[in-house]
């Protein structure tokens, strides 16, 4: 499909013909819509102008300064001063290196829709210079608005997302990655301070010079690959047992059952896990129940690493089994009854037909979903924020908790600790773990290698 | 459509069940054996299940104040929780509520037809930076949604839209045309022949969309607009972000958790089970609806080889 795709590419752009300078297109080179004006599509000819004069005087008015901004990041402390004639010394405000790095990344981004247009703009203009040749007439303006209905209909339905992807997420992701290459901490606080470019300084902490850090990464690192193992796999494997369970033939009342456990699907995440922080709780009815029977208190989540561990991995069990087994059900009730059938009269146990003919199936259909899965849970925010909240806290760790997965430490980083540098180093090499997982795990599963087939 | 057969399977087991055929006693037996554990097994899970949620529900109409009690079940029972807590000023949960109800549904509307309209194009039309756009929100996809939440915020503050509802809803419908997945799976299951019919009697693609897609599509849509719809009322982390210390414009995600911080929760831990009831019947009820749409929605976006 790629290939398919680069060389329809080619082919429309290479039976246009190239634009030389006998021909008065040409002049789209210089003057952006030169070629429209020439050939009467004046509207067309009048945005792309509109658009270069635009671009130009911005970056005379102010982009040169912004891309100069993000190059130093600032030079001018805050700081006090007495200025002539007066008696006291006055604050005098300073450069704010995290604004100068995101106007800095905006005029880059401006810069990149910039060339964008430049490029549609030299497109049109050979576009044009091929139906001059062939002696037709160029679209006016109002047809090309209304091919945006039909045969540019991607161009107006994916214009207004991109911009909204490109804005709020492409921009602030590329900040954050930048920021890891600074030194922008909580002894360099914006605007009183100034913060500036490191390099990898950053990096080289996090993997090992500096020793707290590296070693609080590993750690968190190793749980969090751990949990997200545990949690997708037991939360996969029970909820296919429990569909199993409610599909027997014998159960009755099968949508009461199903729809007890979707109960906890419907109720947002964040109720049922403050709840459930509540029932863990010291004094929670889980341990006033375990008084009454005459067991001790258990410290289920404020000091005890191993309990507190244990506790999110069963209450994640109690969130993830209903969507497992609601999503498993369904794909269980497909399985043609004969191979069980015959898998019964060669003599094969419940066991054997379970591994050999029931999971292969399900895992087959839900692959995509366990990757989803896996991938959610590495990320999993909710779960450990408003149940453990990453603790028990710990002095081995920088900042992070004994049951804090990337995600959460990154978050109390951020938010508690003002240390953004590291928190998006974290960031990135949580982004490299999903990537890598979810990269390995697609390219193997069949409905990402037969995407053209079934159409 | 594999889904639909599968809602339906209940009633072909039913008539499974009469035609079933006489079984020897020690098969039946043990079969019965089987079925009393799986009874019970069931029996237990439900209790499991369902304990959390009672407690809820108990402990909102209970007239003890404070967060913990000694027994389960409460000794008076009362609606004060309830009124108190929408008559409440310190924590304004009536604010709270119809914050989010009108974030959700704006986004909802925002994000649903964003979502579906960049799965068509995707599913449907050709164009040249058709898999790179997708080869890229897979990628987008990966870092960790918050990571960026301090960049958001700033940038929003540069265009004088913290501490506004109009920031969340930019915030949730912004990168709806990420979430294209499962609509498009679900696109690439419609038989390529309808449109290709209508687009020789010079249906154009934007009529494509409205007059054959869409009204095929019923599982799916249901399935985006209940996903978007209930994002805002689970979302902790950016809504706490954007709004700050402006506790008039929380959501109540932000509020509720808030009420059982340290400081609130021996005074409010009755109300703010309220709101946990106030909040979760409608989106329970919501959800059970429309529960068969989720699962199509699932499956329909996984089932799709």
């Keep these: ?81 007495t200025e002539p004639g007066k008696l006291l010394p006055v604050l005098q405000p300073g450069d704010n290196s995290m ?28 576009k044009l210079l091929s139906l001059r040749r062939a002696g037709k007439r160029p679209n006016t303006f109002s047809q090309d608005f209304r091919s945006l209905n039909d045969t540019n209909f991607h161009g107006a339905m994916l214009t207004l997302p991109m911009l909204g992807i490109l804005f709020v997420i492409v921009l602030p992701i590329i900040f954050m990655i930048l920021i890891a290459f600074t030194n922008y901490d909580s002894n360099h606080q914006v605007p009183g301070n100034l913060f500036h470019w490191v390099g990898f300084t950053n990096f080289a902490a996090i993997l090992g010079a500096n020793k707290l850090l590296s070693y609080t990464f590993l750690h968190v690192i190793g749980w969090t690959l751990v949990w997200a193992v545990i949690a997708t796999f037991s939360n996969y494997f029970l909820g296919i047992i429990v569909a199993l369970m409610i599909n027997y033939k014998e159960i009755r009342l099968k949508a009461m059952w199903r729809s007890i456990l979707v109960t906890t699907i419907a109720i947002p995440q964040f109720i ?32 005890n690493a191993t309990n507190a561990r244990i506790v999110v991995l069963v209450v994640n069990l109690w969130i993830g089994i209903p969507y497992t087994m609601l999503i498993t059900s369904g794909i269980l009730m497909n399985i043609p009854s004969e191979m069980y059938e015959s898998a019964k009269i060669d003599g094969a146990s419940p066991i054997q037909i379970f591994f050999h003919i029931t999971l292969p199936y399900v895992l087959f259909v839900t692959a995509p979903y366990l990757i989803t899965q896996f991938i959610a849970n590495l990320n999993n ?24 997965l990337l995600v959460t430490w ?16 974290i960031g990135i090499f949580s982004f490299i773990i999903c990537a890598v997982t979810s990269l390995i795990a697609y390219h193997h599963t069949a409905s990402y290698k037969r995407e053209e087939e079934f159409q | 459509m594999k889904t639909a057969k599968a809602v339906n ?49 108990l402990t909102s109409f209970r007239a003890e104040p404070g967060a913990f009690t000694s027994n389960f079940i409460p000794e008076h029972w009362t609606l004060n929780n309830y009124k108190g807590l929408w008559a409440n000023t310190v924590f304004p949960f009536k604010a709270w509520f119809f914050n989010t109800l009108w974030v959700s549904c704006i986004s909802c509307v925002i994000s649903t037809f964003l979502t579906l309209s960049v799965a068509y194009v995707l599913s449907r039309l050709r164009f040249a930076f058709r898999k790179p756009y997708m080869n890229f929100a897979l990628i987008l996809g990966m870092f960790p949604g918050f990571m960026s939440m301090i960049a958001v915020y700033f940038i929003l503050k540069a265009v004088g839209l913290t501490q506004n509802l109009w920031a ?39 009529q494509v969309f409205m007059h054959i897609i869409m009204p095929n599509s019923g599982p799916i849509v249901v399935y985006t607009a209940l996903m978007a719809f209930m994002a805002p009322w689970n979302d902790y982390i950016f809504a706490n972000v954007i709004m700050g210390d402006n506790y008039n414009k929380w959501t109540v995600a932000i509020g509720l958790y808030q009420m059982i ?37 699932v499956t329909g976006g996984a089932v799709k080889g």
């Excluded at chain 1, 008065?24 to 030169?34: C, D, L, T, V």
């Excluded at chain 2, 990420?178 to 009697?201: M, N, Q, V, W």
């Design chain 1, 1 to 81: 499909m790629e290939k398919d795709g680069k060389a329809l590419k080619k082919e429309k752009v290479s039976s246009l013909p190239k634009l030389t300078f006998k021909d008065k297109e040409a002049g789209s080179y210089f003057i952006m819509g030169f070629a429209n004006f020439a050939d009467h599509q004046i509207v067309k000819g009048f945005i792309f102008l509109a658009t270069e004069i635009a671009y130009i005087a911005f970056m005379i008015m102010k982009g040169g300064d912004l891309l100069h901004g993000l190059y130093t990041l600032g030079t001018k402390k805050q700081g006090w001063a």
């Design chain 1, 99 to 126: 604004l100068f790095l995101l106007y800095g990344i905006m005029a880059l981004v401006i810069t990149g829709v910039f060339i964008v247009v430049y490029l549609v703009n030299i497109s049109s203009a050979r």
């Design chain 1, 272 to 303: 049922s896990l403050l709840v459930m922080q509540n029932m863990f709780s010291m004094y929670g009815p889980i341990n006033e129940l375990l008084v009454h029977l005459g067991f001790g208190r258990v410290d289920f989540l404020v000091n």
């Design chain 1, 381 to 404: 925010f909710n779960v450990i924020f408003l149940l453990s909240g990453g603790g028990p806290t710990t002095t081995d760790y920088f900042q992070a908790g004994k049951t804090d």
């Design chain 1, 410 to 425: 990154l978050y109390k980083l951020t938010v508690n600790n003002y240390d953004y540098n590291l928190a998006s180093v």
């Design chain 2, 9 to 57: 399977a209940d009633e072909t087991e039913k008539t499974a069940k009469a035609t079933k055929p006489a079984k020897t006693s020690s098969i039946r037996k043990k079969r019965i054996a089987g079925t009393v554990v799986i009874y019970i097994i069931l029996t237990i899970i439900s209790i499991i299940w369902l304990i959390p949620v009672v407690w809820v529900v």
């Design chain 2, 168 to 206: 969340l809803i930019i915030q949730y419908s912004a990168g709806s045309g990420l979430g294209f997945y499962i609509s498009k799976g679900f696109f690439d299951t419609i038989p390529r022949s309808l449109d290709e019919a209508a687009r020789i009697d010079g249906a154009t693609n934007g």
């Design chain 2, 261 to 297: 911080q340290k400081n609130n929760v021996y005074k409010y831990f009755t109300q703010f089970n309220a709101g946990c009831v106030c909040v979760g019947v409608p989106i329970m009820i919501l959800f059970f609806c429309l529960q068969k749409f989720y699962v199509a929605g």
